[in-house]
């Protein structure tokens, strides 16, 4: 596997040191007026600070050939390492995962934050729904177990993964699939990838599959919250087989390890989604009101309840 | 200096002309001002097209380096370099929807590293690609300006040495700058390559090579516009003003002016013709024209008024020029116009006309004793005859003093005669007793007929009329003559104007005279006399007095022709042709009386009067003038030493009033008197007695033309005291040593 840990200039990676999450007796109202002016510090931290050292872009080269990057941020080392996986398509520059990401290493958290390829090197973007994907699950389990390959190779023992929707899903595969029985997972609004209320509907056939073209094998279907996602069967295939139900089989065979964080206004969760998600192992942490990114006020309940977790 | 004349409608056409053209040239000196402030912001405009051009160009040029960003930065472009099986449905499903091209550009191809068209690419796009120009935007003018194409490297996220393949975006020039900038000076539409080169050309190349068409300002254009309107607005308001005026001008002015011009110059043009001059009756609109009008009218009555009565004295004068005073009749100029007129009116053919000349016989004699009051009644008498007796239609014109003259026309010579005995007829039948006259008055009447042409002249037919006159004037002519060509007597008239230039140039040069000289023979002793007798000599032969002397009368020549008579008998008696002892008998006209060098020369005659006794023979005629004058001339006369005889008595009027007043010594018995006395009838008794009569009061009678011997015994029976005629002697020329006469004398 190779890597090569670039310095990093122009990004927000560090944070000021205190966390205005730490002190919750302070009552609602100022604390949210609190909260306003530390977001509005950070903001000039992240204007005025000079890089921080310890921050680094880090690239490997996938089995397919392209280049992947993930940030590192090295922390705290008696602290275990956070893989931050960011939803599907997206980059670890999505609003959340880089709040949980910054929320982490203002914590003293090493930080690992990759950007899953999906076969295009140094992607920078999330990855359009219309766009042709030429990826598929295997591709970003493999490249997840080279980065949690490349922590162990940097002497890491304890890493623990926090995906966000279906990031969680996938460090879920990626712990199935590579038997790491012994990483923590945390998931945040933890979906499949079934269309949106559509969970038990069949995935479209192939409008060209009949064709013997390059392209005669490409599906055009729905999937997750893309209404027409195009790609090759076999790739959509690898991504649509899991759905609701074969995450809550893979919870049930590793959920002891696992706690999920879910909002209880996420509208992209299936039906009934968090009553069987108690009936896995995963402990499951509600965030009354919040949705599926955990947006406003929800998103620091979100950080309170993930810090708290990694703390116990 | 020419003064320009126009009528006052084409002076008015030529100011709205003039004006026409003088806001015509503002209007032009405007819209070439406009056109030029045009030109020079059109001028400003191709600057400004330049530079729009030129930024249009430099948008391309950073939009393709925004695109060729984007299109580098975009993961996708690097999945497809990386993943080029699925190139096709990328480029044709992915591509257009995902919003990384520009609208400005039509289209993206995907080149690998080696400068190859990825899988799955338009067979419209170019199968390959030079990596060398990649960062170039080329110009093919194999493919015009419609696919201008930019290549841009495609390089790995921080290798920037090996690009993972390249990316050509392609694009109509005019679309792309059109899309990018929004042109107000230049039509993109018309951008076109000057000169197109063989090769392709770098955009900077191309922009150099680039023709624009600058779009015309669409404020000049209305300005323009706005400006052709008012222009087109005023020379329409131009040409109904002027035509308005025009028409204005015509009714109010120009016609008026024209009419009363018309009239004006209708008065100028015929002042005999009133009807030519328009009548200018309508009032005119214009006061002061209406004026000049009324006052037009006013002077075109007045004239007309005074035209008439002119034309009314002229007819009265022309009457009277036409008309002889005294008697009423047509004169002379009439005669000479009427004769033109008929002349004028042959047309081509001939037409006979016979003139009748009438000649009053022994006018000037019954003037010159009753006066002329008495002549003029005579004359009036005459007239009123011969006008009575005309043909209907015919004139009478009083040509002379006592001749008078008709054209007969159409008239033979039948109806010549016929109107000619008329006309003698009627005068005869005159009384001119009750004017005082005595003696009978008669008329000649010399005719001339032929046919006449137009164009004829009057005067050779008036010259056969005189001739004519002449011979009816004759002694023993029945008073009405023909010119006849060809007839003796005729042809005596006809040489009658030969008398007059004979008797003419006698007069100019006396030696063309002779005198021939016949005795008078004594009877009953006395002396014995020869009669000067004259002879004109003409072209070789002698003209005889009967030819002659009616031409001394009719010309009033007789006191020159006595005068050189007198000369010639004084030259005989100086030269000592007439023998000595013989008298000299002279006659002469009373005429000759009157005239003081006659009376002189006669009394020069006198120094031979002891040699040659004188005797002055006075005819008849003559004496009836200036009586009592003639009496004083011949008393003068006779107490110088002449013998006074009357001469052809018997064959005049009035002898015995003249016997009784005038101091005569000898009678000439005429020779019709003395041939009266060979036959034995009342005639001759009463000769005879007569002749006894004036011997026995104490006049010698001397007896002409005895012819034979018994002629010869009566007059000696008679007591005649001398003796004349053929039977004695013959008249003959005298020469200065004359044996005859010398014989007769011894």
Known sequence: MAEKILSKSGEAVTRCAQSPYKNRMLPQPILRMRRCLLKTLLVMCWLLAPAAAGAAVVEIRTAEKTVASAEFHQGDAAKPVILILHGFLQTREFGIVKAIADALIDNGYSVLSPTLSLGISNRKRSLDCEALHLHDMNGDLQEIQQWVQWLRSRGVERIVGVGHSFGATQLLAWRERYQERNVDLIGISLMGVSPLGREAAAPPAGKHAARNRPDASLVRAPLSFCETYTAPASMYASYKQWSADRILTALKRTGPRTDLIQGTADTFAPPNWEERLAGTPARVHRIAGANHFMEGTHEFDMLDTLLGILKR | ?746
């Open chain 2, 1 to 746: 200096m020419n003064t320009v004349r126009l009528s006052i409608s084409q002076w008015v056409a030529a100011f709205f002309i003039v004006l026409s053209l003088t806001i015509a040239a503002l209007c032009g000196i405007g819209l070439y001002r406009l056109y030029e402030t045009g030109a020079e912001l059109d001028q400003t405009r191709v600057l400004s097209a330049q530079k729009e051009l030129a930024a249009a160009m430099s948008e391309l040029a950073a939009h393709l380096q925004q695109q060729g960003s984007a299109i580098s930065n975009w993961d996708e472009t690097r999945q497809q370099l990386a993943k080029p099986d699925y190139y096709g449905y990328w480029k044709a499903s992915r591509l257009p929807r995902a919003g990384i091209v520009s609208p400005a550009f039509s289209n993206l191809d995907l080149y690998d590293r080696a400068g190859r068209l990825l899988p799955g690419g338009s067979a419209k796009s170019e199968a390959s690609i030079t990596p060398a120009d990649a960062g170039k935007t080329l110009y093919d003018p194999l493919q015009g300006l419609s696919r201008i194409s930019h290549l841009f490297p495609i390089y790995a996220e921080g290798r920037q040495n090996t690009p993972l393949g390249y990316a050509q975006v392609s694009f109509d020039l005019v679309h792309a700058l059109k899309h990018l900038h929004s042109f107000s000076y230049l039509v993109p539409e018309k951008l076109a390559v000057r000169n197109p080169p063989l090769h392709t050309l770098e955009l900077g190349e191309l922009e150099k090579n680039l023709n624009f068409t600058v779009r015309t300002s669409l404020e000049i254009e209305r300005l323009e516009e706005a400006v052709t309107r008012t222009y087109a607005i005023l020379a329409l308001a131009m040409l109904i003003s002027a035509v308005t005026a025009y028409l204005f001008v015509q009714r109010l002015l120009a016609r008026p002016l024209a009419r009363l011009a018309d009239a004006i110059g209708g008065l100028q043009a015929d002042e005999t013709r009133m009807d030519y001059v328009p009548a200018l009756e309508s009032r005119y609109m214009l006061r002061e024209l209406d004026t000049v009008r009324q006052s037009v009218q006013d002077y075109r009555q007045k004239l007309s008024d005074a035209r008439l009565e002119l034309e009314n004295s002229n007819v009265t004068f022309q009457q009277q020029a036409l008309q002889d005073a005294l008697t009423g009749l047509y004169n002379r100029r009439a005669f000479e116009e009427d004769w033109e007129n008929l002349v004028r009116a042959l047309s081509g053919h001939s037409e006979p006309m016979a003139l009748l000349l009438f000649d009053c016989d022994h006018f000037k004699p019954i003037n010159d004793t009753y006066g002329h009051q008495v002549g003029d009644l005579v004359l009036q008498t005459i007239a009123g005859a011969v006008n009575g007796v005309m043909r209907a239609g015919d004139r009478l014109y009083r040509i002379g003093g006592d001749e008078f003259a008709t054209l007969l026309w159409g008239a033979d010579e039948h109806m010549a005669m016929l109107v000619a005995e008329r006309c003698l007829d009627s005068v005869r039948k005159e009384d001119f007793r009750r004017l005082g006259v005595q003696e009978p008055v008669s008329i000649s009447i010399g005719i001339a007929i032929d046919e006449i042409s137009k164009g004829d002249d009057l005067t050779y037919l008036q010259a056969h009329a005189d001739s004519a006159m002449y011979q009816a004037k004759r002694p023993g002519s029945k008073k009405i003559a023909i010119y006849r060509m060809g007839e003796a007597s005729s042809e005596d008239v006809l040489v009658a104007s030969l008398e007059t230039n004979a008797l003419y140039q006698a007069l100019a040069e006396p030696s063309r005279m002779e005198i021939h000289y016949q005795r008078m023979q004594p009877l009953a002793g006395g002396s014995e006399y020869l009669e000067a007798l004259t002879r004109i000599r003409h072209n070789g032969g002698l003209l005889m007095p009967a030819r002659f002397l009616p031409v001394v009368q009719s010309r009033r020549l007789e006191a020159e022709f006595d005068l050189a008579v007198i000369r010639l008998v004084q030259a005989s008696l100086d030269s000592e042709a007439i023998p000595r002892g013989a008298g000299v008998s002279i006659n002469l006209s009373a005429q000759s009386l009157h005239r003081p060098e006659a009376v002189a020369q006669l009394i020069e005659l006198t120094r031979h009067a002891e040699s040659h006794p004188l005797m002055l023979e006075i005819t008849e005629t003559s004496l009836v003038p200036q009586l009592a004058e003639i009496t004083h001339f011949l008393g003068i006369l006779r107490s110088s030493g002449f013998k006074i005889a009357l001469d052809d008595f018997g064959s005049g009027y009035s002898p015995l009033r003249y016997l009784a007043d005038l101091p005569v010594d000898v009678i000439k018995f005429d020779m019709s008197l003395i041939h009266q006395l060979k036959n034995n009838d009342r005639t001759s008794v009463i000769v005879s007695d007569f002749a006894r009569l004036m011997r026995d009061a104490g006049y010698s009678l001397v007896a002409e033309g005895v012819e034979d011997e018994v002629m010869m015994d009566k007059v000696v029976s008679l007591g005649f005291s001398h003796v004349q005629g053929f039977f004695i002697d013959r008249p003959h020329l005298l020469q200065p040593a004359d044996a005859k006469v010398a014989t007769l004398f011894n």
